[in-house]
């Protein structure tokens, strides 16, 4: 289950966190394209938007899934003043380098 924490911060607007540790498999994208829909929807974000963001964060997932190292997390947070989706991989060792990478 994820974390959220709704707090207020003087003199920050009301905020809306939410975070989820998403697991290092081909499913993480499908879940957190639904997560996504869900969150925005329940912030109540237009259909343009939320189709965005799911696109965006499926990307991202995706690209983390191959390139990065576990765990994958999906930070949503939201402030009055706006939203911002934010994932984060905890990659500590840079990733190994391609045959591409050695050509150049």
């Known amino acids: 289950m994820p ?20 697991t290092h498999s ?9 997560i996504t829909a869900a969150v925005l929807a329940e912030w109540r974000l237009g259909a343009k938007t939320t189709d965005a963001a799911v696109l965006v964060v499926s990307e991202l997932v995706t690209n ?13 947070y939201r402030e009055l003043a706006g939203s911002s989706v934010r994932l984060a991989s905890a990659t500590v060792a840079p990733p190994a380098a391609s045959a ?3 050509l150049l």
């Open 64 to 76: 983390a899934g191959e390139q990065a190292q576990p765990p994958l997390k999906l930070h949503l």
């Open 3 to 22: 974390r959220r924490t709704v707090r207020s911060l003087s003199p920050r607007p009301r905020v809306d966190d939410y975070n989820w540790f998403l």
């Open 100 to 102: 591409l990478d050695l």
């Open 26 to 34: 081909p499913q993480a994208a499908r879940a957190a394209r639904k």
